[in-house]
Protein backbone atom coordinates (compact mmCIF):
# COMPACT_ATOMS: atom_id res chain seq x y z
CA UNK A 1 0.00 0.00 0.00
CA UNK A 2 1.19 3.10 -0.84
CA UNK A 3 1.23 6.06 1.03
CA UNK A 4 1.20 9.87 0.42
CA UNK A 5 2.76 12.41 2.12
CA UNK A 6 2.09 16.04 1.48
CA UNK A 7 4.69 18.24 2.10
CA UNK A 8 3.77 21.88 2.62
CA UNK A 9 5.98 24.49 1.47
CA UNK A 10 7.81 26.95 3.98
CA UNK A 11 6.13 30.10 3.59
CA UNK A 12 8.53 33.01 1.88
CA UNK A 13 8.61 34.93 4.87
CA UNK A 14 9.57 32.34 7.14
CA UNK A 15 12.42 30.99 4.65
CA UNK A 16 13.36 35.17 4.36
CA UNK A 17 13.53 34.88 8.58
CA UNK A 18 15.21 31.84 9.12
CA UNK A 19 17.87 33.18 6.39
CA UNK A 20 18.21 36.37 8.36
CA UNK A 21 18.81 34.95 12.03
CA UNK A 22 22.89 35.15 11.24
CA UNK A 23 22.73 38.40 10.03
CA UNK A 24 20.80 39.54 13.15
CA UNK A 25 23.49 37.67 15.04
CA UNK A 26 26.42 39.80 13.50
CA UNK A 27 24.01 42.71 14.19
CA UNK A 28 23.79 42.13 17.91
CA UNK A 29 27.72 41.67 17.95
CA UNK A 30 28.49 44.43 16.03
CA UNK A 31 26.21 46.59 18.96
CA UNK A 32 27.79 44.54 21.41
CA UNK A 33 30.78 44.97 20.58
CA UNK A 34 31.16 48.86 19.86
CA UNK A 35 28.98 49.00 23.36
CA UNK A 36 31.82 47.70 25.37
CA UNK A 37 34.77 49.56 23.33
CA UNK A 38 32.77 52.79 24.22
CA UNK A 39 32.16 51.57 27.98
CA UNK A 40 35.76 50.34 28.02
CA UNK A 41 36.97 53.25 26.48
CA UNK A 42 34.74 55.65 28.82
CA UNK A 43 36.23 53.85 31.63
CA UNK A 44 39.74 53.81 31.11
CA UNK A 45 39.85 57.82 29.72
CA UNK A 46 38.40 58.71 33.35
CA UNK A 47 40.63 56.32 35.33
CA UNK A 48 43.52 56.49 33.73
CA UNK A 49 44.22 58.30 30.14
CA UNK A 50 43.00 61.75 31.93
CA UNK A 51 45.79 62.26 33.88
CA UNK A 52 48.23 61.47 31.63
CA UNK A 53 46.54 64.18 28.89
CA UNK A 54 46.77 66.36 31.71
CA UNK A 55 50.08 66.15 32.33
CA UNK A 56 51.19 66.45 28.81
CA UNK A 57 49.26 69.49 28.89
CA UNK A 58 50.90 70.83 31.57
CA UNK A 59 54.32 70.25 30.20
CA UNK A 60 52.98 72.68 27.21
CA UNK A 61 51.74 75.30 29.48
CA UNK A 62 54.89 75.37 31.73
CA UNK A 63 57.02 75.82 28.40
CA UNK A 64 54.73 78.54 27.40
CA UNK A 65 54.18 80.50 30.72
CA UNK A 66 58.09 80.34 31.23
CA UNK A 67 58.77 81.63 27.75
CA UNK A 68 56.41 84.86 28.51
CA UNK A 69 57.47 85.53 32.17
CA UNK A 70 60.94 85.51 30.97
CA UNK A 71 59.56 87.48 28.34
CA UNK A 72 57.40 90.12 30.44
CA UNK A 73 54.40 89.22 28.25
CA UNK A 74 52.39 86.83 30.93
CA UNK A 75 49.04 88.14 31.65
CA UNK A 76 48.71 90.18 34.72
CA UNK A 77 44.47 91.43 33.77
CA UNK A 78 41.87 90.08 32.34
CA UNK A 79 42.38 91.12 29.13
CA UNK A 80 45.82 90.79 27.02
CA UNK A 81 48.60 93.48 25.58
CA UNK A 82 45.53 94.23 22.98
CA UNK A 83 42.82 94.77 25.26
CA UNK A 84 40.86 91.21 24.13
CA UNK A 85 39.60 89.30 26.50
CA UNK A 86 41.79 86.24 27.53
CA UNK A 87 41.22 83.35 25.71
CA UNK A 88 39.89 80.49 27.77
CA UNK A 89 42.62 77.89 28.71
CA UNK A 90 45.43 80.44 28.50
CA UNK A 91 48.21 79.67 31.14
CA UNK A 92 48.30 82.90 33.46
CA UNK A 93 49.52 81.13 36.96
CA UNK A 94 52.03 78.99 38.63
CA UNK A 95 50.61 77.53 42.13
CA UNK A 96 52.78 75.45 44.01
CA UNK A 97 51.44 74.07 47.27
CA UNK A 98 54.22 72.26 48.93
CA UNK A 99 52.29 70.86 52.00
CA UNK A 100 50.00 68.59 49.50
CA UNK A 101 52.28 68.30 46.29
CA UNK A 102 51.14 70.33 44.30
CA UNK A 103 52.74 72.33 41.41
CA UNK A 104 50.23 73.59 38.80
CA UNK A 105 49.90 75.99 35.43
CA UNK A 106 46.85 77.77 36.08
CA UNK A 107 44.36 78.21 33.29
CA UNK A 108 42.19 80.98 32.87
CA UNK A 109 38.93 80.19 32.59
CA UNK A 110 36.82 77.72 35.09
CA UNK A 111 34.45 75.61 32.85
CA UNK A 112 34.65 71.69 32.45
CA UNK A 113 36.66 72.34 29.27
CA UNK A 114 39.34 74.42 30.89
CA UNK A 115 39.95 72.43 33.86
CA UNK A 116 41.16 69.42 31.50
CA UNK A 117 44.19 71.45 31.40
CA UNK A 118 44.87 72.16 35.21
CA UNK A 119 43.11 74.41 37.88
CA UNK A 120 41.42 77.53 36.54
CA UNK A 121 41.12 81.20 37.48
CA UNK A 122 37.71 82.56 37.75
CA UNK A 123 37.54 84.75 35.07
CA UNK A 124 35.37 87.77 37.08
CA UNK A 125 38.38 87.93 40.18
CA UNK A 126 41.23 89.67 39.96
CA UNK A 127 44.51 88.18 39.40
CA UNK A 128 46.55 85.86 42.06
CA UNK A 129 48.56 88.63 43.94
CA UNK A 130 46.09 91.68 43.22
CA UNK A 131 44.01 93.19 46.03
CA UNK A 132 40.68 91.85 46.38
CA UNK A 133 39.68 87.79 46.56
CA UNK A 134 41.01 85.58 44.00
CA UNK A 135 39.11 82.55 42.90
CA UNK A 136 41.11 79.19 41.61
CA UNK A 137 38.97 76.16 40.82
CA UNK A 138 40.33 72.49 40.43
CA UNK A 139 39.73 69.14 39.87
CA UNK A 140 39.38 66.24 42.84
CA UNK A 141 40.06 63.18 41.21
CA UNK A 142 39.49 63.25 37.25
CA UNK A 143 42.64 64.94 34.94
CA UNK A 144 44.70 64.31 37.63
CA UNK A 145 42.82 65.83 40.36
CA UNK A 146 45.59 68.68 40.60
CA UNK A 147 43.19 69.64 44.39
CA UNK A 148 42.43 66.05 45.38
CA UNK A 149 44.68 66.74 48.53
CA UNK A 150 42.99 70.33 49.41
CA UNK A 151 41.06 69.45 52.30
CA UNK A 152 44.50 68.57 54.02
CA UNK A 153 45.57 71.45 54.06
CA UNK A 154 45.91 72.91 57.85
CA UNK A 155 45.89 76.65 59.14
CA UNK A 156 48.73 78.43 59.00
CA UNK A 157 49.93 76.78 55.55
CA UNK A 158 51.66 78.65 53.05
CA UNK A 159 52.40 78.05 50.14
CA UNK A 160 53.39 80.63 46.69
CA UNK A 161 51.50 81.61 43.57
CA UNK A 162 53.97 83.25 40.44
CA UNK A 163 52.07 85.50 38.11
CA UNK A 164 53.60 88.03 35.37
CA UNK A 165 53.73 90.40 38.50
CA UNK A 166 55.63 88.03 40.42
CA UNK A 167 55.66 85.82 43.39
CA UNK A 168 52.82 86.35 45.93
CA UNK A 169 52.63 84.17 49.28
CA UNK A 170 49.75 83.27 50.85
CA UNK A 171 49.10 81.08 54.18
CA UNK A 172 45.95 78.94 54.72
CA UNK A 173 43.40 80.77 56.92
CA UNK A 174 40.49 77.90 56.72
CA UNK A 175 38.76 75.47 54.96
CA UNK A 176 34.58 75.98 54.37
CA UNK A 177 31.87 73.57 53.15
CA UNK A 178 28.42 73.59 52.72
CA UNK A 179 26.58 75.73 55.30
CA UNK A 180 29.80 77.26 56.55
CA UNK A 181 29.63 80.98 57.14
CA UNK A 182 31.92 82.55 54.69
CA UNK A 183 34.56 84.78 56.21
CA UNK A 184 34.40 88.98 56.16
CA UNK A 185 35.66 90.61 52.79
CA UNK A 186 39.42 91.27 52.70
CA UNK A 187 39.57 95.11 53.75
CA UNK A 188 40.84 97.50 50.99
CA UNK A 189 44.01 96.78 50.12
CA UNK A 190 44.53 93.27 51.24
CA UNK A 191 43.89 89.93 49.14
CA UNK A 192 42.81 87.10 49.45
CA UNK A 193 42.91 83.22 47.41
CA UNK A 194 40.10 81.37 47.50
CA UNK A 195 40.89 77.62 45.96
CA UNK A 196 37.76 75.53 45.08
CA UNK A 197 37.21 71.78 44.27
CA UNK A 198 34.74 69.14 44.99
CA UNK A 199 34.19 67.24 48.18
CA UNK A 200 32.72 63.27 48.48
CA UNK A 201 34.13 60.06 47.09
CA UNK A 202 36.42 60.28 44.24
CA UNK A 203 34.53 60.48 41.03
CA UNK A 204 31.21 61.36 42.79
CA UNK A 205 31.21 64.71 44.01
CA UNK A 206 29.24 65.42 46.81
CA UNK A 207 29.81 68.99 47.35
CA UNK A 208 32.15 72.17 47.21
CA UNK A 209 35.03 72.63 49.66
CA UNK A 210 36.58 76.40 50.03
CA UNK A 211 40.29 77.10 51.15
CA UNK A 212 40.36 80.81 52.15
CA UNK A 213 44.06 82.01 51.86
CA UNK A 214 45.18 85.37 53.16
CA UNK A 215 47.53 86.90 51.02
CA UNK A 216 50.63 87.73 53.24
CA UNK A 217 53.29 89.54 50.98
CA UNK A 218 53.25 92.87 49.09
CA UNK A 219 50.07 94.10 46.92
CA UNK A 220 50.70 94.18 42.92
CA UNK A 221 49.12 96.73 41.14
CA UNK A 222 45.38 95.59 40.00
CA UNK A 223 44.06 96.99 36.96
CA UNK A 224 40.43 97.59 36.57
CA UNK A 225 38.25 94.66 36.30
CA UNK A 226 36.61 94.16 33.08
CA UNK A 227 34.09 91.58 33.49
CA UNK A 228 31.58 91.85 36.65
CA UNK A 229 31.95 89.81 39.79
CA UNK A 230 28.88 87.71 39.21
CA UNK A 231 28.06 87.62 35.50
CA UNK A 232 29.81 84.60 34.60
CA UNK A 233 27.90 81.37 32.62
CA UNK A 234 26.00 78.96 34.34
CA UNK A 235 29.26 76.29 32.92
CA UNK A 236 31.86 78.55 35.00
CA UNK A 237 30.02 77.47 38.04
CA UNK A 238 31.02 75.20 40.68
CA UNK A 239 29.95 71.56 39.91
CA UNK A 240 28.58 73.03 36.93
CA UNK A 241 28.64 71.05 33.23
CA UNK A 242 28.85 72.71 29.97
CA UNK A 243 26.44 74.50 28.25
CA UNK A 244 24.65 73.86 24.78
CA UNK A 245 24.75 70.93 22.52
CA UNK A 246 28.37 68.99 22.09
CA UNK A 247 28.16 68.74 18.15
CA UNK A 248 31.50 67.13 17.87
CA UNK A 249 30.10 64.22 21.16
CA UNK A 250 27.54 63.47 18.04
CA UNK A 251 30.12 63.53 15.25
CA UNK A 252 32.60 60.62 16.66
CA UNK A 253 29.32 58.92 17.73
CA UNK A 254 28.62 59.11 14.14
CA UNK A 255 31.65 57.50 13.19
CA UNK A 256 31.43 55.00 15.78
CA UNK A 257 28.31 53.84 14.71
CA UNK A 258 29.50 53.46 10.91
CA UNK A 259 33.07 51.36 11.91
CA UNK A 260 30.53 49.42 14.07
CA UNK A 261 28.58 49.07 11.26
CA UNK A 262 31.59 48.10 8.86
CA UNK A 263 32.93 45.74 11.13
CA UNK A 264 29.84 43.71 11.63
CA UNK A 265 29.89 43.33 7.37
CA UNK A 266 33.33 42.63 7.46
CA UNK A 267 32.80 39.51 10.12
CA UNK A 268 30.06 38.79 7.39
CA UNK A 269 31.95 39.00 4.11
CA UNK A 270 35.60 38.59 5.28
CA UNK A 271 35.62 36.49 8.29
CA UNK A 272 36.93 36.96 12.41
CA UNK A 273 40.34 36.84 12.47
CA UNK A 274 40.21 39.54 9.58
CA UNK A 275 37.49 41.54 10.82
CA UNK A 276 39.24 42.01 13.99
CA UNK A 277 42.11 43.03 13.16
CA UNK A 278 41.01 45.74 10.78
CA UNK A 279 38.29 47.22 12.69
CA UNK A 280 39.16 46.85 16.80
CA UNK A 281 42.05 49.74 16.71
CA UNK A 282 39.22 51.67 14.45
CA UNK A 283 36.75 50.82 16.95
CA UNK A 284 39.08 51.40 19.97
CA UNK A 285 40.27 54.99 18.34
CA UNK A 286 37.18 55.88 17.89
CA UNK A 287 35.36 55.15 21.19
CA UNK A 288 38.09 56.80 23.05
CA UNK A 289 37.57 59.86 21.28
CA UNK A 290 34.29 59.68 22.17
CA UNK A 291 35.16 59.01 25.97
CA UNK A 292 37.33 62.36 25.93
CA UNK A 293 34.58 64.18 24.67
CA UNK A 294 31.62 62.29 26.70
CA UNK A 295 34.07 62.94 30.12
CA UNK A 296 33.90 66.60 29.42
CA UNK A 297 30.11 66.63 29.86
CA UNK A 298 30.65 65.41 33.47
CA UNK A 299 31.16 68.16 36.44
CA UNK A 300 33.90 70.74 35.99
CA UNK A 301 35.40 69.67 39.73
CA UNK A 302 34.90 66.06 39.42
Known amino acids: MTVAVQITPVPAALRQGVRGLPAVRHLARGGLLTLAALLLALTAHLLLLSGVQQRAAQHALFDELRGQLALGTAPVAQVDQQGELLAPGSPVALIDIPAIGVHQVVVEGTDSAALTDGPGH ?3 TPMPGQAGTSVLFGRA ?4 GPFARL ?3 KE ?10 GKA ?4 AGLRRAGDPAPAA ?3 GKGRLVLVTATGPAYMPAGVLR ?4 LISGIAQTPAAVIRPGTLPEAEQPLARPAGFDWPLVMWLQALVAAATAAVWAWHRWGRHQTWIVFAPVVAVLGLQVAVRADELLPNLL
Open 169 to 172: TYQV
Open 156 to 165: GVTFTVTTGQ
Open 122 to 124: RRD
Open 151 to 153: EDL
Open 141 to 144: AAYG
Open 211 to 214: VDAD
Open 186 to 188: PAS
